[in-house]
């Protein structure tokens, strides 16, 4: 299951009460707890209530919350104009984006000691994407500039940090790679075609 449905099963009260909570050591501002307080006031806990990021009928998710008809304040226009280079939208950008960063952190503050220990943890443990090899994998691919680049637009013009950790900005100056055999699909794209080869 996906982060959204885990919080309805835990409970939108309780997963409100931990965001609350994790303010005072989360050095960058968010929404997060604001909203899920605002669900819980609402009634909307999870599965237990019937209503949270998803309905759900005889203890089974069914559809999922349309945020435009319920809690119209709640929500945050999003400009999502623009197509990026890594296929992703403007959502999933700001989705995935801070799970990259935060990969990065975890490497450059050595609470893992290798790139693919962390991208390891992230998709057994979290669910992260197994075709993506993780988010450092991803970074890779995509290209850890690109990364940046798209991290500080949208710290520029988003009202929630978006600013690359200061590992992120060194591999993109510098060039490297956290797995230095992937290869962006541009730099595919620039090898010469291989021919024949032995038999």
């Keep these: 299951m996906g982060p959204l449905e885990l919080l309805d099963q835990v409970g939108l009260d309780v997963a409100a009460d931990v965001a609350k909570s994790l303010t005072a050591v989360q050095g960058d501002p968010s929404p997060t707890p604001e909203r899920l307080a605002a669900m819980a006031e609402r009634g909307w806990l999870g599965r237990k209530s019937g209503h949270g990021f998803y309905h759900y009928s005889h203890g089974r998710r069914r559809r999922p919350t349309r945020w435009e008809d319920a809690l119209p304040f709640l929500r945050s226009p999003l400009d999502d104009s623009g197509a990026s280079p890594t296929g992703m939208n403007g959502v999933q950008r700001r989705l995935i984006y801070p799970m990259v960063n935060e990969a990065a952190h975890c490497l450059e503050t050595g609470?893992?000691?290798?790139?693919?220990?962390?991208?390891?943890?992230?998709?057994?443990?979290?669910?992260?994407?197994?075709?993506?090899?993780g988010p450092l994998r991803a970074a890779d691919t995509w290209g850890i500039g690109l990364v940046v680049e798209e991290m500080e637009d949208l710290h520029r013009g988003a009202g929630v940090r978006f600013a690359p950790c200061d590992l992120l900005k060194e591999m993109s100056r510098d060039g490297r790679k956290f797995h230095p055999g992937a290869e962006t699909p541009r730099e595919a794209a620039q090898q010469p075609a291989k021919v024949g080869g032995s038999v």
Excluded: S
């Design 111 to 133: 609470v893992a000691d290798a790139a693919w220990m962390i991208d390891l943890a992230m998709v057994m443990g979290t669910g992260f994407a197994p075709f993506r090899g």
